[in-house]
């Protein structure tokens, strides 16, 4: 899992989000199930979801790469 700083770009503040394991479940035509681990984004500071389109450039971080049109890439930490 991963904790990433951000800085916003129009107001020059730094933003942390936050990857968790949400857990959900597959299950089959024989009744048989499979759990499977989605990563979800969460801004560290209200908890809230961070939206759905910034999640795959997040997954694949890199430092100053863009998130957005609002957002840079400044820091990632790793857990």
């Known amino acids: 899992m991963a904790i990433i700083t951000l800085r916003d770009i129009e107001s020059n503040t730094n933003i ?3 990857s968790i394991v949400d ?3 597959k299950f089959d035509s024989n009744g048989n199930f499979e759990i499977i681990k ?3 984004w969460l801004f560290e500071e209200t ?3 961070v ?3 910034y999640h ?3 997954n694949h971080a890199q430092l100053d ?3 957005g049109l609002q957002y840079v890439i ?3 930490d790793r857990y």
Request: aromatic residues 4%; proline residues 8%.
């Open 47 to 49: 908890g809230l979801d």
């Open 51 to 53: 939206p759905a389109e």
């Open 56 to 58: 795959d450039t997040l």
């Open 38 to 40: 989605n990563i979800k």
């Open 65 to 67: 790469r863009y998130v």
């Open 23 to 25: 857990p959900g479940i």
């Open 74 to 76: 400044v820091k990632i």
């Open 16 to 18: 942390r989000v936050k």
